[in-house]
């Protein structure tokens, strides 16, 4: 089960995985398009409004969610360090809990704190806890498995959340996995957490996905497919610093967009360094994409071709990339079925299916995806039933 749903990535995954899903979701563009793509959706829209004993949800056996984070998105800010704390805080109140009375009573004073908050996001944070707690102590069966993912400004959450759940019943780790590391033609970071009931052993190690893949490197030369990638220390949070024993080079913009851009080019970041347009970031056809946003149509494309002297150079600008481009780059079907007018957006909140193909196989099955995974993800098109229609691409 899905909890904070988004556009699908996960459900995908899970889909291919022959697992039965099904999403919370607020936003109505983004129902739209699970609704195209024929992912089952909660009726209620508000995550806040819905809880583990619904008629819909009461079932699930897995929780799943990627709350918001824009409260802590910004490294040493004082309000974002701030939001960090106050979140720790009170999910150890959450979590202290020993029966429904007195988790109803917590509840209400944490939820009445975070209503108070000047960015009302900062609670959501929260939802994933109570779901676990609901389940616990209302439903009586606890969830056998519980995934959370978001940008690495949140692994501080995600690591206390770990610790806490410990208490509880659950063996819980959580890593900041690389994308490109797993074979998506993006470099893009998430804060994973990955826990599972077992309350007799929670001090036990928890199996997080082994990349597969090269880890994209500024200035480091792309492998050979047969060559292994030499090991490093892992940095900030990261699990796969540099990974072990990759099989296989990075997967390249270019070889994900090859049948629409078959020739070499250069991609332009919207982003500026400190402001200057000058130093905004340059990514080869050769290398992965940086970081797919809900702004990614504004990036700049070049044609890369070689001069008299053999060498290249930076020739006419191209099309900008389109929405079916955004979703492949994103490591989405080419035929995924997006809907309504804020497609960009809905493209770059949403996990790549790839990756979580990755996760999921770790969390419920303890080992790495099967190949043929990932073969039906690359084939997959909208179910039987679907209304399949071309999707807005406005320039």
């Not at 998506?184 to 007799?200: C, F, G, S």
């Not at 190949?371 to 039987?384: N, R, S």
Request: charged share 25%; glycine share 8%.
């Amino acid at each position: 089960m899905d909890l904070f749903a988004g556009p699908g990535g996960l459900d995908i995954a899970a889909t291919i995985m022959g697992v039965e899903s099904i999403g919370v979701e607020w936003d109505e563009p983004t129902r739209a398009t699970r609704e195209a793509a024929l992912l089952r959706t909660t009726e209620v829209r508000d995550v806040a409004a819905v809880g583990p004993c619904d008629p819909e949800v009461k079932d699930a056996n897995v929780l799943t969610g990627g709350p918001p984070c824009q409260s802590f998105s910004v490294a040493g800010n004082r309000e974002g360090h701030k939001a960090l704390e106050d979140v720790k805080r009170l999910a150890g109140c959450l979590v202290s809990a020993r029966d429904r009375k007195s988790f109803d009573s917590i509840w209400k004073e944490v939820k009445r704190e975070t209503d108070s908050m000047s960015d009302e996001r900062t609670g959501f944070v929260l939802q994933p806890l109570r779901w676990i707690m609901e389940a616990k102590l209302k439903r009586k069966r606890p969830y056998d498995v519980v995934v959370l993912e978001q940008v690495p400004t949140v692994l501080p959450v995600w690591k206390h959340y770990a610790e806490l759940l410990n208490g509880i019943g659950y063996a819980a780790k959580a890593h900041v996995l690389h994308a490109e590391a797993f074979g998506v033609p993006q470099t893009r970071r998430r804060a994973v957490l990955i826990a599972q009931w077992d309350p007799k052993n929670t001090g036990r190690d928890v199996y997080f996905p082994e990349a597969t893949h090269q880890q994209y490197r500024k200035g480091v030369e792309r492998l050979p497919t047969t060559q292994e990638a030499p090991a490093g220390d892992p940095q900030d949070g990261a699990l796969f610093a540099a990974p072990k024993n990759a099989k296989e080079p990075w997967v390249s913009v270019g070889d994900a967009l090859v049948t629409t851009r078959p020739r070499d080019f250069v991609l332009v970041s919207n982003y500026g360094s400190g402001g200057d347009p000058k130093n905004r970031g340059r990514r080869t056809s050769e290398e992965p994409a940086a970081t797919i946003t809900g702004k990614f149509r504004r990036n700049r494309l070049f044609l890369l071709k070689e001069n008299e002297s053999g060498e290249k150079e930076v020739g006419e600008e191209l099309d900008r990339l389109s929405l079916e481009e955004g979703g492949l780059l994103q490591s989405f079907p080419a035929r995924y079925p997006w809907r309504s007018t804020d497609v960009a957006q809905q493209i770059g909140n949403a996990i790549p299916p790839r990756l979580s193909l990755h996760i999921l196989s770790a969390a419920l099955l303890g080992q790495g995806p099967k190949d043929e995974w990932f073969t039906q993800l690359t084939e997959w098109k909208p179910p039987a039933g679907s209304a399949e229609q071309d999707g807005p691409d406005a320039p």
